[in-house]
């Protein structure tokens, strides 16, 4: 991952194109029915760039696109989605679920722990949380690398609504069209959104929309990061950083460092999301406690990474630490250890309030 992408929109400003930081999260191919579908809603921007350029000729597959067929298809895609209502990550998670995805079903995952023979090396495995995976979670996991694998597509209603539900509930605006400049508002690269999941799948849009809509992040890290996020001097992508943190998020599930934290919490949806979120909040802190600018997200993304991967149960405590000062409770293992707690005190002070002098009491009489 390098920062040249950043460095030049930087230079350039949020129109232009940050191909360089986006490199690596394009790790699979578009499929053909959508790569079809893009091109055709999506020349005519290129079609105008290039007329106005002056660089090259206009062919044949310009000259269709640019029907008013196609424009109409364009437009009317724009004015659904615009006035969709919009979706949280649950009712969308419940959606995928009772999705086939058998067409972007991974091969068996094996989990990519090391194979070193070492003790040093396997207590090491072991204290991190590189387990194997419980099999009760695995239809789960198995799950979670489908979306990733799936694609937006334009015919779901569901996929156009939680992308515009993104971009809704981070910028508290009513209304979001398919296609436009807006998407560069929320760190997007240009008009059409679906271009930039092609690393992570729909499941980049799950988590975006996990941080944007979920109770504990909503009115909570989700507008800050949002806003420092359009800071004049310490902006960055959003959506873009997102995507990319999202990457690291399924890395580190997939080399088992996360499957201790699925048994105890009994889900690994549930883990993966808060892990997303606790990175989020890591760069979050050092991008704002630091200064920093999109020169320094090289540096910072990779050393976010490698301190998170090592110390995955830190990176949630410092999360939780955080949503705390809100009120807010967000572990299951957390909320079951506050009850078990509560009911506690309360059998000790209903245990030792007959020791209590100031009350008159048979007992102490007697």
């Given amino acids: 991952m390098t920062s040249s992408g950043f460095k030049e929109m930087a230079n350039r400003g949020r129109k232009s194109n940050i191909t360089q930081f986006t490199k690596d999260i394009h790790l699979s191919c578009m499929p053909a029915r959508d790569k079809k579908l ?9 079609h105008d760039s ?9 062919d044949s597959d310009f000259e269709w696109r640019s029907t008013p067929d196609v424009m109409s298809f364009k437009q009317s895609i724009n004015f659904e989605c615009s006035n969709a209502i919009p979706i949280n990550f649950s009712e969308a998670w419940s959606y995928f679920q009772t999705c086939d995805l058998s067409t972007y079903r991974q091969q068996r995952i094996e989990d990519r722990r090391p194979s070193n023979g070492k003790l040093r090396c396997k207590l090491q495995n072991l204290v991190v949380g590189a387990i194997p995976l419980v099999s009760a979670l695995i239809p789960e996991r ?3 690398f489908s979306i990733t694998s799936c694609p937006m597509i334009n015919e779901s209603s569901v996929h156009r609504r939680v992308l515009q ?3 809704v509930f981070m910028t508290k605006k009513p209304a979001c069209p398919r296609y436009g400049n807006h998407w560069e508002e929320i760190g997007f690269q ?15 849009a799950l988590q975006m ?3 944007s809509s979920s109770q504990e992040t909503k009115e909570t890290l989700a507008p800050e990061i949002f806003e420092l996020s359009r800071h004049p001097i310490h902006q960055f992508p959003l959506a873009v950083l997102s995507l990319n943190v999202t990457k690291m998020t399924l890395d580190a599930f997939r080399d088992g460092l996360l499957n201790r934290f699925c048994h105890k919490e009994g889900s690994a949806i549930f883990v993966v999301n808060q892990f997303y979120l606790a990175i989020m909040y890591r760069i979050y802190r050092k991008w704002k406690d630091k200064r920093m600018t999109i020169h320094d997200s090289c540096y910072l993304l990779k050393a976010v990474e490698k301190w998170c991967r090592t110390h995955p149960k830190k990176t949630f405590e410092r999360l939780y630490e955080y949503i705390s000062q809100f009120g807010i409770v967000v572990s299951q293992h957390q909320r079951r ?15 030792l309030s007959w020791l209590d002098l100031t009350k008159p009491s048979l007992e102490v009489f007697i």
């Fill in 209 to 211: 929309l996990y941080l």
């Fill in 190 to 204: 240009g008009q059409d959104p679906a271009s930039d999941l092609r690393g992570v799948g729909m499941f980049g």
């Fill in 142 to 144: 198995d799950l979670i």
């Fill in 165 to 167: 539900s993104i971009y």
């Fill in 38 to 46: 893009s091109a055709s809603v999506d020349s005519l921007d290129t």
């Fill in 50 to 58: 290039r007329r106005r350029d002056g660089g090259g000729s206009q």
């Fill in 337 to 351: 250890k506050g009850k078990k707690k509560k009911i506690q005190e309360s059998h000790d002070e209903t245990n």
